[in-house]
């Protein structure tokens, strides 16, 4: 990731990365001779014991509204103690230790209060030696802006909207190296209100992960996932892919993941639908066998021709099967399509029924009879057929209640 320029402050790729932000130097009598002791988070034993881990995600006990309104304001102290601390940071009287920068400019502070705002800078304070009365600590890699609106955080927990903003990937750094926790949940909190884009995103996955912010990284990845189309072109992915190959595969693992499971529900609703259908033909049949429909019914009622059309959606078009089957001339088994449907919704039916002595449908108590004759293969395929379409029947409820709602 590059460092941010006035324009932007985001990395536009990971030429010039944050890893600098991961060391911390004491500076002793010579200048020159700069001792790094603390390493890269992810390789070094003594860091692993001084940082915390990452806060959990909130419950659901604590609303997302407080949580909010909580990161939305800059400062959520009393103004008083707000002033107080200010004022001690900017007109620095006794500081005792000199923060350092990139740019060999030097930020005056008291070891006092860096060593409890933070337990990382306070160790190595205590490691480190006195020169002319002050001790130093150099902060390579990050912007003097950056540096100074993180120390101004350490004093009275506030921060600037705007410097926030631009330099929000370098303090949530600086947050996770010194242990920081409240200033790294509003580097996060910042992050995830609209701030990651197409360009940037897989430059804060890579710094989520680095600095154990899993869930800035889960959402990170689902941004990739939902348009991994415009964010494979990216000039931060290409650079993700020649240094991060790793990170390439485990995204696209993950994208190949979620068109799978977007088929699988696909898939699913659409046997739902089919399972849905075959219901309301069963509903509609017994409908038109024991009430009569339209010009069908039973030989004992007799229809005029203005009836009101039905609310069934299925009887329109089962009405014309059934006109068929009752005219149709071919006598081979299997020899019309639409006959062999008619006596597979008879069936279906027939092993749904749980009343065949008193059904008016059709062959109801004959095709019952009829299964003891079936192979165990057929019977295993109408048993599961059956019970998805039952299973979309409680998904669904009986269609003639909600048709005597509707009427």
Not at 189 to 197: A, N, P, S
Request: net charge positive; glycine share 4%.
């Amino acid at each position: 990731m590059a460092s941010s320029t006035p324009d932007s402050p985001w990395p536009s790729s990971t030429h010039d990365s944050f890893s600098g932000s991961f060391n911390i130097h004491i500076e002793e009598a010579n200048p020159d001779d700069i001792l790094p002791v603390l390493e890269d988070p992810t390789s070094s034993t003594s860091y692993s014991h001084n940082i915390p881990k990452p806060p959990p995600v909130p419950s659901k006990a604590y609303t997302q509204n407080k949580l909010f309104k909580r990161l939305s304001q800059s400062c959520y102290v009393p103004n008083e103690t707000i002033d107080t601390w200010d004022k001690l940071f900017k007109e620095a009287y006794g500081a005792d230790v000199y923060i350092c920068t990139k740019d060999e400019s030097c930020i005056p502070v008291h070891s006092s209060v860096l060593t409890i705002a933070s337990p990382v800078l306070g160790k190595f304070l205590q490691q480190s030696k006195v020169r002319n009365g002050m001790r130093y600590i150099k902060i390579p890699g990050v912007p003097y802006e950056a540096v100074y609106a993180f120390i101004h955080f350490l004093y009275s927990s506030c921060y600037e909207k705007e410097e926030m903003k631009k330099f929000v990937l370098h303090l949530l750094v600086l947050s996770h190296s010194y242990s920081v926790p409240s200033l790294k949940r509003v580097c996060i909190y910042i992050l995830e209100q609209g701030w990651i884009t197409k360009e940037n995103v897989v430059d804060v996955l890579q710094l989520a992960r680095k600095c154990d912010a899993p869930r800035l990284s889960l959402i990170c990845v689902r941004m990739v996932v939902k348009d991994f189309k415009a964010i494979s072109s990216t000039e931060g992915w290409k650079v993700m892919k020649r240094v991060s190959p790793a990170l390439e595969q485990e995204l696209l693992e993950s994208v190949v993941e979620a068109d799978s499971r977007k088929e699988e529900r696909l898939k699913k609703k659409e046997e739902k639908k089919v399972y849905l259908q075959l219901y309301e033909a069963m509903e509609a049949l017994l409908h038109i066998c024991r009430d009569g429909c339209r010009t069908i019914g039973p030989r004992d009622k007799v229809f005029k021709g203005s009836q009101v059309a039905c609310g069934f959606p299925a009887c329109k078009g089962l009405e014309t099967l059934v006109r068929h089957f009752s005219g149709c001339k071919t006598r081979v088994p299997g020899g019309c399509a639409h006959c062999k449907r008619m006596w597979q919704l008879l069936e279906l039916h027939s092993r749904i029924c749980n009343e065949p002595e008193l059904c008016k449908v059709p062959l109801c108590r004959h095709l019952k009879e009829k299964m003891q004759q079936q192979t165990k293969k057929d019977e295993a395929k109408w048993k599961l057929l059956v019970s998805k379409v039952v299973a979309a029947k409680d998904t669904l409820g009986p269609i003639s209640a909600r048709h005597s709602r509707l009427s």
